[in-house]
C-alpha cells in the first residue's frame, strides 16, 4: 500500500468575490452578496467531505496600484481587491464542519504579535483546535502605506522581523500552563496564578510583557503555515513551519527543495517529518481526457484575453508595472523584487505572454483529465517527490469546481489508499502529523 499524502485548499482570492465573471459562479444573488459567507460554507463543506487536512484564506490589505500606476485594473477584475478580513470568515466555516482545518493569513508586517497571537489563540478556542496560521510577510508597498510606512522593510529583513515575530506569539501562546485553569468553586479559584507566566520579551523590533489574556488554547502552539521560496523564506521556514506550501511546477525543485527543508530542519534539531510539505497542484477533471483538455485550453484562451488583469496581479506580487515591458520581449535576467522573489524567479527569461498563458495554473505541473488519470499523475508525483501532499490552488472557486476536485478526484485518491478517507482526529496538528 502506498504511503497516503495530504490535501489542503488555497482560497486564492480570499474572502472575496471569486469568480464572478464564470458562468458557475451560482445564483444572481451569490453574485451580489460575495461578502456573505454561504458559498464559502459550501466550499468548505465540500472540502470536509473530501477530508482535506486544511482550507487556507488569502490575505492582503490595501487596494493595489502597482500596475500603470493607479487601481483601475485592479478593481475593474476584482483582481486582488476587495477583499473582506479572513478571520471573521473561520467561526462561519467552523459552525458548518467538523474537523476541517481552518488557516486565516495574517501578516507580521501589519499586526503586533500580541493582537496576532491573541486573536489566533481565541480563533483556535472557538474552533476546539482546528486553526492554523498562514505567517507572511507581505510584498506589496501599498499595504505597507496603510500601516504608517512608505515601504515595506528590505525582504530579507522581514523574514528577520518575522523570526521574532514567531517567537513572541509562541511564548505567548505558552504562557499558561494547560492546568492553569482550576475553575474550583469552593476555593474559589478560576485560574492559578502561579501557572501563569509573563514574557517579558525585549528584541530588535518588539517589546512585549504577556501574558497572554486568554488561556492555553487547544492547540497551544497553533500550526503554522508558510510559503517563502527565497533563501531567507526557506531557512524561516524550515524553522518554524508545520506545513509548507510552495510551488510544484518542475519534480527536481520539488526535491530538491523538500529535501533542503527537512535538512535546514534537522539540522534544527527538528524531526524533518514534523513538515509537511505541499506543493501546488491545479487540476481540471472531467469525464473524458477530452473534455478536461478542452477546457484546460480554454482557460488559456481566457487568460490571453484579459492578458491586463493577470499583468496587475504580476504586479501586485512583485511592485514591478509590468505595464511597461512588451508582450512578446523576454523579462531581463536583472529584474529585483522587494516582494515575492521566488515568483518573479521564475518569470525571468520568459517573453510575458508565455507566462501570461500558463499563469492561471500557475506553479503546478499538469493535472488535467479523468479522475483517474489525474490520481495517476498525482501518485507518481509524490512517489518521485518523496511527500507529503498537494495544495489545491488555482482551481476555480466555485461549486462545481469545489465537487469535481472533491466528489470526483478525492473518492479516487481514496480508492487508490492515497488520502484519508476519515478524520482520525479532532485538531488540525494531529491530522498533519497523522502520516
Ligand atoms: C500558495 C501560496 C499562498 C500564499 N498566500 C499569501 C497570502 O495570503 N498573503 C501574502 O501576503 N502572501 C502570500 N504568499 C506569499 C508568500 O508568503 C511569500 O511571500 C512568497 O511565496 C514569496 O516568498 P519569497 O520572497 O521568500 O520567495 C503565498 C505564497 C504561496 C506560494
Not at 496576532?116 to 502605506?145: F, K, M, P, Y
Not at 473524458?288 to 482557460?299: G, H, N, S, V, Y
Not at 495554473?361 to 479522475?371: E, H, I, Q, W
Amino acid at each position: 500500500m502506498p504511503k497516503p499524502f495530504h490535501l489542503a485548499w488555497f482560497l486564492g482570492q480570499s474572502f472575496a468575490s471569486k469568480n464572478w465573471r464564470s458562468m458557475w459562479a451560482g445564483s444572481a444573488s451569490d453574485v451580489k452578496r460575495w461578502m456573505m459567507p454561504d458559498i464559502f460554507i459550501d466550499l468548505a463543506k465540500g472540502m470536509e467531505r473530501g477530508c482535506f487536512d486544511y482550507m487556507i484564506i488569502e490575505d492582503s490589505s490595501n487596494v493595489p496600484y502597482t500596475y500603470k500606476g493607479n487601481h483601475d485594473t485592479y478593481l475593474q477584475y476584482a483582481q486582488g481587491s476587495p477583499k473582506l478580513d479572513p478571520p471573521v470568515l473561520v467561526p462561519y466555516l467552523a459552525q458548518a464542519t467538523t474537523h476541517l482545518g481552518i488557516v486565516p493569513t495574517l501578516s507580521i508586517s501589519e499586526y503586533p504579535p500580541y493582537l496576532a497571537a491573541r486573536l489566533i489563540n481565541s480563533l483556535d478556542h472557538v474552533t476546539e483546535g482546528r486553526i492554523g496560521w498562514n505567517c507572511v510577510t507581505g510584498s506589496n508597498d501599498g499595504t505597507a502605506q496603510n500601516y504608517g510606512h512608505e515601504k515595506h522593510r528590505p525582504h530579507d529583513e522581514r523574514y528577520e522581523v518575522a523570526d521574532e515575530f514567531a517567537d513572541v506569539v509562541t511564548k505567548l501562546w505558552e504562557a499558561w500552563d494547560e492546568d492553569a485553569v482550576v475553575l474550583d468553586r469552593e476555593t474559589p479559584m478560576f485560574a492559578d496564578g502561579r501557572k501563569v507566566r509573563p514574557i517579558h520579551h525585549e528584541g530588535k523590533y518588539f517589546k512585549v510583557r504577556g501574558p497572554i489574556n486568554a488561556p492555553r488554547s487547544p492547540q497551544g502552539r497553533v500550526p503554522i503555515v508558510q510559503a517563502g521560496g527565497s533563501a531567507a523564506g526557506k531557512k524561516f521556514a524550515s524553522k518554524w513551519a508545520d506545513t509548507i506550501i510552495t510551488e510544484g511546477s518542475d519534480i527536481q525543485k520539488m526535491k530538491a527543495y523538500r529535501q533542503e527543508v527537512r535538512t535546514n530542519a534537522a539540522a534544527m534539531g527538528r524531526n524533518p517529518d514534523d513538515i509537511k510539505l505541499l506543493f501546488l497542484c491545479s487540476p481540471i477533471v472531467d469525464t473524458t481526457m477530452e473534455a478536461a483538455r478542452e477546457r484546460r485550453r480554454l482557460q488559456q484562451e481566457d487568460s490571453l484575453k484579459y492578458v491586463d488583469m493577470q499583468l496587475a496581479g504580476m504586479s501586485r506580487l512583485t511592485g514591478i508595472d509590468f505595464s511597461k515591458f512588451d508582450l512578446d520581449e523576454t523579462l531581463p535576467m536583472d529584474l529585483k523584487t522587494n516582494g515575492h522573489q521566488s515568483s518573479l524567479a521564475r518569470w525571468l527569461g520568459k517573453p510575458l505572454r508565455e507566462i501570461v498563458r500558463g499563469y492561471a495554473a500557475k506553479g503546478s505541473l499538469d493535472y488535467t483529465g479523468t479522475p483517474e488519470h489525474v490520481a495517476g499523475v498525482m501518485r507518481e508525483v509524490m512517489e518521485e517527490v518523496g511527500g507529503d501532499g498537494f495544495l489545491i490552488s488555482d482551481t476555480p472557486i466555485d461549486r462545481r469546481g469545489v465537487m469535481e476536485v472533491c466528489d470526483g478526484l478525492v473518492p479516487e485518491l481514496q480508492r487508490r489508499g492515497l488520502t484519508r478517507k476519515a478524520y482520525a482526529h479532532k485538531h488540525l496538528r494531529d491530522n498533519l502529523l497523522e502520516f
